[in-house]
């Protein structure tokens, strides 16, 4: 089964803490991963992908398919990190590929 | 700038009474997908179009249908909502199907059903 699993509903640090959003998956073939963000009255937005190797805002996120995880990290955080992070899995369908999304992690990070 | 534009943002209906959900992109991207997100949930794949051939997700309900006349518009078709259909409706494009593709997304309708 293809499966994607944020354990954390919501995260709260403070400025300047170091911050790990988690995500674990379950898929049988080649992974493909996403995290796609969403700010206060934005609409969903790729933020990088594993494929990629990116630094983007200061997160990076490294596939680990011993431990079936892709989770993002950042140093430092800043107020602006605050929004819905979303953990994406691009699997085969019959028709092609499909995301199939965590419930997402809510990052609250306060001054 | 080009983008995903869906509406209406906010749309009220009657239980029972059929509705539509509109999307349109002027990305010129061959893929339209559709999912709905409900509270505190993953958003979850309905459909989605690859040029004209549509591909239904398996547990998709017959009671969502789609249709798109062009490449720009792609339309969410509910016959009979239901108290459970009340969700966030995301439309999103990518430029082509392969695993690694970007997808865009427009900033949603939410369907509220009376």
């Known amino acids: 089964a293809q499966r994607v699993t944020q354990p954390e509903k919501l995260l709260s640090v403070f400025k300047g803490a170091p911050v790990e959003l988690k995500c674990n998956y379950s898929y049988s073939g080649s992974p493909e991963l996403f995290w796609y963000v969403q700010y206060s009255r934005q609409r969903l937005q790729l933020l990088l992908r594993h494929i990629s190797r990116e630094s983007i805002k200061g997160f990076t996120a490294d596939l680990n398919k011993g431990e079936t995880s892709f989770h993002l990290k950042k140093p430092f955080a800043q107020e602006e990190d605050s929004a819905m992070y979303y953990c994406a899995l691009s699997a085969t369908t019959n028709s092609g590929y499909a995301l199939n999304f965590g419930k997402g992690t809510s990052l609250l990070v306060t001054p | 700038d080009a983008m995903v534009i869906q509406n209406p943002r906010y749309q009220v209906t009657q239980f029972g009474k059929p509705v539509t959900l509109s999307c349109s992109q002027t990305?010129?991207?061959?893929?339209m997908y559709w999912y709905q997100q409900k509270s505190s949930q993953a958003p979850k794949l309905l459909f989605h179009?690859?040029?004209?051939?549509?591909?239904n997700e398996a547990d998709t309900p017959d009671n969502f249908q789609s249709r798109r006349p062009n490449t720009s518009f792609c339309f969410l078709d509910i016959r009979s909502p239901g108290l459970g259909d009340a969700a966030m409706y995301l439309c999103?494009?990518?430029?082509?199907?392969?695993?690694?593709?970007?997808?865009?997304f427009g900033p949603g309708t939410r369907l509220t059903v009376l």
């Open positions: 179009y690859y040029d004209k051939d549509f591909n």
């Open positions: 999103a494009t990518s430029r082509a199907s392969g695993a690694h593709n970007e997808q865009f």
């Open positions: 990305l010129n991207h061959n893929v």
